[in-house]
C-alpha cells in the first residue's frame, strides 16, 4: 500500500511543481491585417497563463514601415496602470484584459503601418516564447493627380507630359493615355515613386487631342486631364510665331484711322474758313452801302437845293 500511496504523492508533487514552473504562452491569431484609412482595427493578442494575474505585464511596440529600426513603445499595461504613447491617446486601448492583450486602433492612419509585438509577462509564469508579432497595413485611396505641360506646342516642337500624386498606400500605379481622338497607351517614364512622365517630341497635327493620367491602387482610381493642341505656325499667323504680323497688321490700321482722322480735321476746318470769310465779304459789303448812301445824302448841292 505504501509504494502506491508514495507514487501519488510524487504525481502530485511534480504537477504542482510543474505548475509553479509552468511556461507562459502568447498566441497571435492573426498574423497581419489590412485596414483602410480612417477605419478602426482590433489587434489580437491571447495568452495562457497558471498564476493571477497580479503581477500581470504587457507591452505592444511597433516598429514602422518608415522606419524598421527604430520601434515605438504603443501601450503598456502594468500592475493594474495603463500606460498609453502620448500621440495616441484617444486612438488605442485594451479590450479585454486581465484575460486578453487585445488593443483597438481607432482612425487609422498610414503611418500606424508597420509590425506590431505583444510581450505578455506574469511572473511567477516564464513566458516561452511570451513574444508575438503581428503585420498591420493601413490602405489610403489615390489622392487626386495633378496634370502638367511644358515644351513647345508649333509643329516639330517636343512637349512633356507630367503627372503627379501626394498620396496612396499601396503607392499607386501611374498611367498616361491618349484618350481622343483615339485611345492610346504611352511609355512612361517614372520619377520616383509618386510621379511620372511623357516625352513627345516631333509634335504634328495628329499629337493633337486629350491626354488622361490615372494614378491607381486597390482602392481605386484617380484622373487629371490635359487637353493638348499643335500649332501650324505657317498656316497660322495668329500662332505663337504670326505675333510681328500681326503687330505690323495693327500699326497699319491704326496708321490708315489717323490718316482719316487729319482729313476730316482739315475738312472741317476748311469748311469753317469759308464760311467766315463769306460773312466777312458780306459785312464789307454791307458798309460799303451804308458809306455811299451817307455821302449821297450830306452832299452840298442836296444841301443847298433843300434850302431854296
Known amino acids: 500500500m505504501a509504494s502506491p500511496v508514495r507514487w501519488i504523492l510524487w504525481t502530485l508533487l511534480v504537477c504542482f511543481a510543474a505548475l509553479q514552473n509552468a511556461a507562459l504562452r502568447v498566441t497571435m491569431r492573426e498574423s497581419s491585417l489590412e485596414a ?14 497558471s498564476s493571477d494575474f497580479s503581477r500581470l505585464n504587457v507591452i505592444w511596440t511597433l516598429a514602422p514601415f518608415s522606419s524598421p529600426g527604430s520601434p515605438v ?3 503598456v499595461y502594468d500592475h493594474g496602470q495603463v500606460i498609453k504613447n502620448p500621440s495616441l491617446i484617444g486612438r488605442v486601448d485594451f479590450t ?6 487585445d488593443i483597438m486602433l481607432n482612425e487609422t492612419r498610414v503611418s500606424d503601418g508597420g509590425i506590431y509585438r505583444c510581450m ?19 490602405l489610403e485611396p489615390p489622392s487626386l493627380p495633378v496634370c502638367e505641360w511644358d ?12 503627372c503627379s500624386v501626394e498620396e496612396g498606400a499601396p503607392t499607386p500605379e501611374i498611367r498616361w493615355e491618349k484618350v481622343n481622338p483615339e485611345e492610346i497607351s504611352l511609355p512612361i517614364n517614372m ?29 481605386g482610381t ?30 497699319v490700321m491704326a496708321s490708315v484711322l489717323l490718316a482719316l482722322l487729319v482729313i476730316i480735321l482739315w475738312l472741317h476746318r476748311t469748311g469753317q474758313d469759308g464760311r467766315s470769310s463769306r460773312r ?15 455821302e449821297i445824302r450830306y452832299t452840298p448841292s442836296l444841301m443847298k437845293r433843300s434850302f431854296v
Open 36 to 49: 483602410v484609412r480612417g477605419d478602426s482595427v482590433l489587434l489580437p493578442c491571447s495568452f495562457f497563463t
Open 73 to 75: 513603445q504603443v501601450i
Open 96 to 101: 479585454g484584459l486581465p484575460f486578453s492583450a
Open 120 to 138: 505578455v509577462n506574469n511572473p511567477p509564469d516564464t513566458a516561452d516564447p511570451g513574444v508575438g508579432e503581428l503585420l498591420l497595413s493601413v
Open 151 to 162: 515644351g513647345a506646342v508649333d509643329v516639330g516642337g517636343s512637349v512633356r507630359l507630367s
Open 191 to 219: 520619377e520616383g515613386e509618386l510621379s511620372g512622365s511623357v516625352q513627345i517630341v516631333n509634335v504634328s497635327s495628329q499629337t493633337s487631342g486629350l491626354y488622361r493620367c490615372s494614378a491607381t491602387n486597390v482602392l
Open 222 to 251: 484617380e484622373n487629371c486631364y490635359i487637353n493638348l493642341a499643335i500649332y501650324n505656325s505657317e498656316a497660322a499667323p495668329g500662332g505663337p510665331s504670326g505675333v510681328l504680323p500681326g503687330v505690323l497688321l495693327t500699326l
Open 280 to 294: 466777312r465779304r458780306r459785312r464789307h459789303r454791307k458798309a460799303e452801302e451804308e458809306e455811299c448812301y451817307n
